[in-house]
């Protein structure tokens, strides 16, 4: 080989790594990582990690970090803290309805009106992420879940119990199970958001009785201190205190205490949102079957039905740099593939709110005890959070002391009204 041929034969092997270089280079540059924030716990983290392997599947060039935060009050602190100084993550999962307004959402959010995917949503959800403006903020991230009592099943054969559908009811049911040597009612107070399900999950008890209540307590003029049936809740709340029916670690156990009790049957009754459906699947998978789930009873059997919950969202912060990216991960949530990814992570949990979802065949009891309320003639509504922008922030605080026995069930109810009219203040409604 002469001089000359080799000298051409180096310039082009030359030629050839600096273009490959070049390319490696651009392709490097298209590489982008985003950050992921959701709650803690074993089922969000599940969901979130199965979402995130599905997508990076389709998507090789974008990956995604998950970042955990607290849930409850705490957890509400951080996502505003961190929206308002602009070090919120990528993408993030929040509540939808009132807690989502509390956010500013118009000002810290992506308009996703436009967005093709928002096609396929189902209407019912994108009124709980819609801006002031008028403008929808967020994707559905989850099932609708419904708010009520899941119970173990293995114990109520075993002690001849059926579904309550009274409160007299479930606390005749209580007292033999106490009797019995057992647990009757599981609270997990080391976790203080899962204290408020008495009183949340009543609303539908409230809104049959009193189809106006919502509009007049957004108005200013119904309260839950001077209403008979808003005052349930916090009623109930305290009868199952008082009545002995708590486990004794009721003021320490954690919410992931609280589905391995229901589910190992070393509780009867485990007040929850239907998410924990999920958990249970990902904790004690060989117990799914013996968990089955109730609405809260009210005080009238012809009246019975769930109080439902909208899904969280899925968010994207003005913040982000890299907002073509996040709203790919957005879209694919909100999408068949996206639904399907959830189910494989801890099975259907509810009612996905994605035009073309669907349910495997095997659900759950606790699911399968759900959907005969979503059925023709069945008989559900949205919980307050979702018909008014007002939910006072210390509830759960509120509740812990009552179900604690260290306040009484009417003057908890006026604390937590004093905690509105401030949070409706600050919201800038009329009449407060």
Same mark, same amino acid.
């Given at each position: ?5 080799? @000298? ?22 298209? &590489? ?9 716990? *074993? ?35 951080? /996502? ?55 403008? +929808? ?31 007299? #009811? ?28 008495? /009183?949340?999950?009543?609303? $539908? ?16 003029? %119904? ?46 009754? $485990? ?17 799914? %079957?013996? /968990? ?23 968010? +994207? ?18 999408? =068949? #593939? ?6 494989? *992570? ?5 009612? $996905? ?9 095997? +659900? ?11 059925? #023709? ?7 307050? #959070?979702?018909? &008014? ?8 605080? +509120?509740? /812990?002391? =009552? ?12 604390? $937590?009204?004093?905690?509105? @009219? ?11």
């Amino acid at each position: 080989m002469t001089k000359t041929n080799r @000298r051409a034969l180096l310039g082009g092997l030359a030629a050839g790594l600096m273009a490959l270089t070049a390319l490696s280079g651009a392709a490097y540059a298209q &590489s982008v990582t985003l950050s992921y924030l959701i709650p803690s716990g *074993a089922d969000g983290v599940a969901v979130a990690e199965e979402l995130v392997k599905a997508f990076e599947a389709k998507n090789p060039d974008i990956k995604i970090e998950i970042e955990t935060r607290p849930g409850g009050s705490e957890g509400d602190n951080l /996502v505003k803290t961190r929206l308002a100084t602009g070090s919120m993550a990528d993408i993030f999962r929040y509540n939808s309805g009132s807690l989502f307004q509390a956010i500013n959402p118009a000002q810290f959010l992506v308009d996703l009106s436009n967005e093709p995917w928002e096609a396929d949503i189902q209407p019912s959800f994108k009124q709980v992420v819609t801006a002031p403006d008028g403008t +929808i903020r967020g994707a559905p991230m989850g099932a609708a879940m419904g708010g009520g009592i899941y119970y173990n099943k293995k114990i109520y054969e075993e002690l001849g119990l059926s579904v309550p559908k009274t409160w007299d #009811e479930f606390m005749a049911n209580n007292e033999k199970i106490k009797a019995a040597g057992k647990v009757p009612v599981i609270q997990t107070y080391g976790d203080t958001w899962t204290s408020q399900l008495f /009183v949340l999950a009543d609303y $539908y008890n409230v809104a049959a009785k009193d189809q106006s209540f919502a509009n007049r307590y957004t108005a200013g003029e %119904a309260k839950f201190a001077t209403d008979p049936n808003a005052l349930r809740g916090f009623e109930k709340l305290q009868a199952a205190h008082d009545a002995g029916f708590f486990n004794e670690d009721f003021g320490a156990a954690k919410y992931d205490d609280g589905i391995r009790m229901v589910a190992n049957g070393d509780g009867a009754h $485990y007040p929850m949102l239907t998410f924990a459906t999920t958990a249970i699947a990902q904790t004690v998978p060989d117990k799914l %079957a013996d /968990v089955g789930f109730f609405a809260q009873p009210g005080d009238d059997a012809t009246l019975n039905g769930l109080t439902v919950w909208m899904p969280d969202g899925i968010y +994207i912060p003005q913040t982000t740099a890299n907002l073509d990216a996040a709203k790919k991960f957005v879209a694919f949530v909100a999408s =068949v #593939e996206g639904c399907e990814a959830q189910t494989r *992570a801890g099975g259907a949990s509810g009612p $996905y709110l994605v035009n073309g979802c669907t349910l495997p065949a095997d +659900i759950p009891p606790a699911v399968s005890d759900m959907l005969p309320y979503f059925a #023709e003639g069945g008989q559900n509504g949205p919980a307050l #959070e979702f018909l &008014s922008p007002i939910k006072g922030p210390a509830l759960e605080q +509120i509740t /812990v002391e =009552v179900g604690s026995g260290i306040r009484p069930a009417a003057d908890g109810a006026a604390l $937590y009204d004093e905690d509105v @009219r401030k949070q409706a203040q600050q919201l800038g409604l009329p009449g407060w």
